[in-house]
């Protein structure tokens, strides 16, 4: 099962007026993170507002040499295939996303592929604090290196957020029925011989013997039993 948890960062709340200036994916396969991301940043086609900067720290001059979002558009697309998109909040990043494919003419990704990790989170923790920072804190995930908000590096986190919504590492307990189990053949040696049974019947020789000397046993300790 391949899965895309994503992130972004933008100039505002509102698309249109605002833009996106940053995506940052993470793959899953089985909810195991691969290694594999995709992460760019985008020139918005207008100044970056105070309030934004300051939560993510992206200024004009940084993003003035970035490419516009067209550009990069196919790579992306390419690289999210058809797998269910996750982010935290998801209507939000969909919003955007599909805000800037739709803006560049490309089909936009349909909304049955989002999956909330905020909603999952308000089902399994209804009334807790439910920010990103707020989930590392409860499921132990090192965020110490989270000073500004970054769409790779929140992805990366939510990553291992939404593996703890999902179970946790136990997950992998109900993949048993897809294990493979080998085959394991038994060679045997050489066939094994049986051998006739051996008759030890005593003769007429030794059967009297033994009652000879039995006459002269004198109240031997079976006799009570011997007469019955």
Known sequence: MREIVFDTETTGF???????????????????????????????ERSMPPGAFAIHGLSDAFLSDKPLFHTVAEELVAFIGDAPL????????????????????????????????????????????????????RYGIDRSHRVLHGALLDAQLLAQVYVELRGGRQIGLSLVSELVVEEVKVETSAPRVVRPARHFAATAEELSAHAAFMTRVKNPLWGAEASG
């Open 86 to 137: 996750i982010a935290h909040n998801a209507s939000f990043d969909f919003g955007f996303l599909n805000g800037e494919l739709g803006r560049c003419g490309r089909d936009v990704i349909c909304t049955s592929r989002m999956v909330d990790t905020l909603a999952i989170a308000k089902q399994r923790h209804p009334g807790a604090k439910l920010t990103l920072d707020a989930l590392c804190s």
């Open 14 to 44: 509102t698309f249109g007026e605002d833009r996106m200036v940053e995506i940052g994916c993470v793959e899953l396969i089985n909810r195991v993170e691969t290694g594999r991301t995709f992460h760019a940043y985008f020139h918005p």
